[in-house]
C-alpha cells in the first residue's frame, strides 16, 4: 500500500514539475511576445512618420518644379501664340523637364483647359488637343492657386501625381493657362519599399487606396463606402470606373486592425501635411512579429524541455528505487520498535513527562529569535520591538514605543544610530551596517539591515532594522587574521632554512663536486683524452648547478632583504627577472624610508607575485615599478603596457595570485588597488601606512 501512495506522490511530483516548466516557459513567451509588440509598435509609427515626411517632400518640392515651369518665359509665349517656332520652344522645354525630373508627361493647358503642348505629343495617347478642364488641378490652377492631385489618367490609364501652377502673362491679370506635371506613383512606392516588412498605403479622405506597396490593395477602401460616396468618386474618375470594394479591415480602438481573414496588425495612420485630407497608413502583420519570438524560441525550448521530460522521468525512477528501499528499512525499524515498545511500556509515563517537557522548551526556543528586531517612525521613535529587544536592553515593549534611541542608548550610539535612519529614509533604500550596541559587560558588534517602509503612495512613512549579532564572527575573523599572518611568517622563516640549506649545504657539495671533476680532467689529459674531455664537461655542468643553487636560494629568500632592506631588495630582484624574462623594467625609489622586515617583506612578495603575472599572463614588453613614499604611506606599483583585463576581470580578481597578494596587504594593515594602467595594460598598487615604521632610509 505504502508503495502504490508513493508511486502516485512521485507521479503527481513529475506532472507538477513538468506543469512549472511549461507554465514558465509560456509566461516568459507571453512576456517576450509583449515585448515585441512594443517593439512593432514603436517602429511602425516610424516607418508610418518616415514614409509620410517622405511623401510630403516629394509633393512639396515637385509642386516648386511645378512653379519654376509656369514661370518660364517659353510656356507664356506658347499660350499667345501656340504654333510656330513658340510652340518648338515650348516642346523643348517640356521635354528637358520629363527627362530631368524622370516625369511621365510636363505639358501645358489654355485658360479653356485644352491642351496645347505636351512632352508626349508624338505618344499614342497624347494630351495635345485634349481638354481636362473637368479635372480639379486645372480648376484650381486656373484660379491662381498651385494644386497637387493624385489620379488615374483619363488618357494614359496610369496613376499619377499632378502639379499644376498658374501661367500668367501679366502679374496684375488673371492666369493666362495651367503648366502640369505628372509624376508616376511609382516614385512613391518605391520610397514604401523602404518601409519594412509591412504594408503601407496612400488613401484618400475617403479611404481610398491609391498607392501601396501591395497590389493587392489599390482601389480598395480601408473603410466601408455609402452609395453617396461611391457616386461621388465616379462622377470625378479620379480613380476609373471602379468599383472601390471594401479592404474588410477593421480599425480597432487599441491601435490595432483585423481584416476579413482574421489577421491583426499593428495600425499607424499620419496625415500628408502638404496634401490635406490623404493619409499614410502602415500595417504590422502582429502574426509575423509573434513568429519572430515564437520560431527560435521553441528550437531551443523543445530540446530543452524534451531534456527536461526525460531528467524529471529518470529522477522519478531512482528516486522511487531509493524510497523503496528506505520503506523496506522503515517497516523493519517499526517491527524492532514495536518489540522494544512492548519491554518499554512501564517507563511510558516517564516518557511522556520528558517529551512534554522537551517540546514546551523547544517551543519556547522557536517564538525567540536572536536577532533584535525593531520599527521606527520617521522622526525616529520606536513603533515596535520584538521581546530580543527587551531582553538585550533592559526595557519592555510599552516602555520603548514613543521613545527615539537617545532615550534608550547613550548619546554616541543613538547619534550613529540615527544617521544610518537617516541614511534609509533619505536614500528610500536598504542598507546593510555594521553597528555596536551597548551591553552589561561591554558592547557587542551587530550586522544591521534596514530597509523603508512604504505607505500606498509609495511614501517612506517608517523603517525596519533587523540586527544579528556578529561579535563572535568578528573574533573568529581576527583570530584567522592573525593565524594567516602567522602562517605567512612560517612560510618566510621555511623559506630562509630551505635558501640556507642550498646555498650552505648542497652549494658546498656541488663546489666540492666540481673540483673533484676539475682535478679528474687533469688527471687523464695525457692518459685518456676522451675522459679529460668528459670531465670538463662535468664541470660546465656543476657550474651551472652551482649559479642555479644560487639563483633559487636567492629567489627563495634574498639576503639583500634582511641586511639592505627593500628598495636594495627589489633593486636586485627586478634585474634578476628582466635577466629571465627579457621584458624591459625601470625601476624607480624616492627616498623611501626603511620599515620594519615583516612589512619589507610582504611587499617583497607582493612585487614578486606582480612581475611574475606579468612574465606568464600579460604579454608586456615594459615594466615600471616605482617605491616611494607620500602623506605617510609607502607606495609600490607594478604597471606593464601588455594586453590588460577585461573590465568585469578587474572587479573579480581573484585569480593570478590576487587572494594571496591582498591577504599580505591586509596582515600589515595596507591596500592593494588592481586597475588599468596608462598604457593599456594593468596597474597594481600597494599602500602601506608608515605610522610604525622608522625613518631611517630604506
Known amino acids: 500500500m505504502a508503495r502504490v501512495k508513493l508511486r502516485v506522490i512521485l507521479v503527481v511530483l513529475s506532472i507538477l514539475s513538468f506543469l512549472s516548466v511549461s507554465v514558465a516557459g509560456y509566461v516568459t513567451f507571453r512576456s517576450l511576445r509583449d515585448s515585441a509588440y512594443k517593439e512593432s509598435e514603436k517602429d511602425s509609427a516610424l516607418h508610418a512618420e518616415r514614409i509620410r515626411n517622405g511623401v510630403s517632400s516629394f509633393l512639396a518640392g515637385n509642386l516648386k518644379t511645378a512653379h519654376a515651369l509656369a514661370g518660364l518665359k517659353e510656356i507664356g509665349e506658347v499660350l499667345s501664340r501656340p504654333r510656330g517656332p513658340s510652340l518648338a520652344r515650348a516642346n523643348a522645354v517640356l521635354d528637358h523637364f520629363r527627362n530631368a525630373l524622370a516625369a511621365d508627361v510636363c505639358y501645358v493647358m489654355d485658360r479653356d483647359g485644352t491642351t496645347v503642348a505636351s512632352s508626349n505629343r508624338n505618344a499614342p495617347d497624347s494630351f495635345v488637343g485634349n481638354n481636362f478642364s473637368f479635372r480639379p488641378y486645372w480648376k484650381q490652377a486656373i484660379r491662381g492657386t498651385p494644386s497637387t492631385y493624385m489620379a488615374l489618367g483619363v488618357t494614359s490609364n496610369v496613376r499619377g501625381v499632378y502639379f499644376s501652377h498658374p501661367v500668367y502673362g501679366d502679374p496684375a491679370a488673371p492666369p493666362v493657362g495651367v503648366a502640369v506635371i505628372k509624376v508616376s506613383t511609382g516614385t512613391i512606392e518605391r520610397e514604401f519599399g523602404q518601409g519594412g516588412e509591412g504594408i503601407v498605403l496612400l488613401a484618400d479622405p475617403k479611404g481610398i487606396v491609391f498607392a501601396s506597396n501591395r497590389k493587392d490593395w489599390l482601389y480598395r477602401s480601408l473603410q466601408t463606402l455609402t452609395q453617396e460616396d461611391v457616386e461621388e468618386v465616379a462622377r470625378s474618375q479620379q480613380f476609373g470606373s471602379g468599383p472601390w470594394e471594401w479592404s474588410g479591415l477593421s480599425i480597432l480602438g487599441d491601435g490595432t486592425a483585423r481584416d476579413g481573414s482574421g489577421r491583426a496588425y499593428r495600425f499607424s495612420r499620419l496625415d500628408v501635411s502638404t496634401y490635406p485630407g490623404w493619409s499614410v497608413v502602415y500595417l504590422s502583420d502582429l502574426r509575423a512579429v509573434s513568429r519572430k519570438i515564437s520560431a527560435p524560441l521553441f528550437r531551443v525550448t523543445g530540446p530543452i524541455l524534451l531534456a527536461l521530460c526525460f531528467l524529471i522521468g529518470l529522477s522519478v525512477f531512482f528516486l522511487y528505487r531509493r524510497a523503496s528501499d528506505d520503506i523496506v528499512r522503515r517497516k523493519a525499524a517499526e517491527e524492532a520498535l514495536l518489540e522494544a515498545q512492548k519491554q518499554l511500556t512501564r517507563h511510558s509515563g516517564e516518557l511522556e513527562r520528558q517529551v512534554k517537557e522537551r517540546t514546551r522548551r523547544f517551543t519556547n526556543i522557536l517564538r525567540h529569535t536572536p536577532a533584535v528586531v525593531y520599527v521606527k517612525d520617521r522622526e525616529g521613535r520606536y513603533t515596535y520591538v520584538n521581546p530580543r529587544f527587551t531582553e538585550l536592553f533592559g526595557v519592555r515593549n510599552a516602555e520603548v514605543r514613543g521613545k527615539t534611541d537617545f532615550d534608550v542608548f547613550p548619546y554616541e550610539f543613538a547619534h550613529a544610530f540615527r544617521e544610518n535612519d537617516r541614511r ?275
Open 424 to 698: 534609509v529614509l533619505a536614500g528610500r533604500t536598504p542598507i546593510q551596517v555594521e553597528e555596536t550596541f551597548p551591553r552589561a559587560g561591554g558592547t557587542r558588534v551587530y550586522l544591521s539591515n534596514r530597509f523603508p517602509i512604504y505607505d500606498d503612495e509609495g511614501i517612506p512613512t517608517a523603517l525596519c532594522g533587523i540586527s544579528t549579532d556578529i561579535s563572535e564572527i568578528k573574533r573568529a575573523e581576527d583570530q584567522l587574521r592573525r593565524l594567516s599572518d602567522s602562517i605567512i611568517a612560517g612560510q618566510e622563516k621555511e623559506r630562509a632554512a630551505v635558501a640556507r640549506e642550498l646555498h650552505d649545504e648542497f652549494g658546498q657539495v656541488l663546489t666540492a663536486l666540481g673540483l673533484d671533476a676539475a682535478w679528474l680532467r687533469d688527471r687523464m689529459r695525457d692518459a685518456d683524452p676522451e675522459a679529460s674531455r668528459q670531465a670538463q664537461a662535468m664541470c660546465g655542468v656543476i657550474d651551472k648547478a652551482i649559479d642555479e643553487v644560487r639563483g633559487i636560494a636567492t629567489r627563495l629568500r634574498p639576503g639583500a632583504l634582511d641586511h639592505l632592506g627593500l628598495v636594495d631588495a627589489l633593486d636586485w630582484y627586478i634585474r634578476d627577472f628582466e635577466k629571465r624574462s627579457r621584458i624591459r623594467c625601470v625601476y624607480h625609489s624616492h627616498g623611501a624610508p626603511r620599515i620594519p622586515d615583516r612589512a619589507a617583506t610582504a611587499a617583497y612578495r607582493i612585487a614578486q607575485e606582480a612581475l611574475t603575472n606579468v612574465a606568464r599572463h600579460s604579454g608586456a614588453t615594459h615594466v615600471d615599478i616605482s617605491l616611494w613614499a607620500k602623506d605617510g604611506n609607502l607606495l609600490l606599483s607594478v604597471e606593464d603596457d601588455g594586453k590588460g583585463l577585461a573590465p568585469e576581470q578587474l572587479g573579480e580578481s581573484n585569480g593570478l595570485g590576487v587572494i594571496g597578494m591582498r591577504e599580505r596587504a591586509s596582515l600589515i594593515g595596507g591596500t592593494l588597488s588592481i586597475g588599468p594602467g596608462t598604457g593599456g595594460g594593468v596597474r597594481i598598487e600597494l599602500r602601506i601606512p608608515l605610522a610604525a615604521a622608522s625613518g631611517d632610509p630604506a
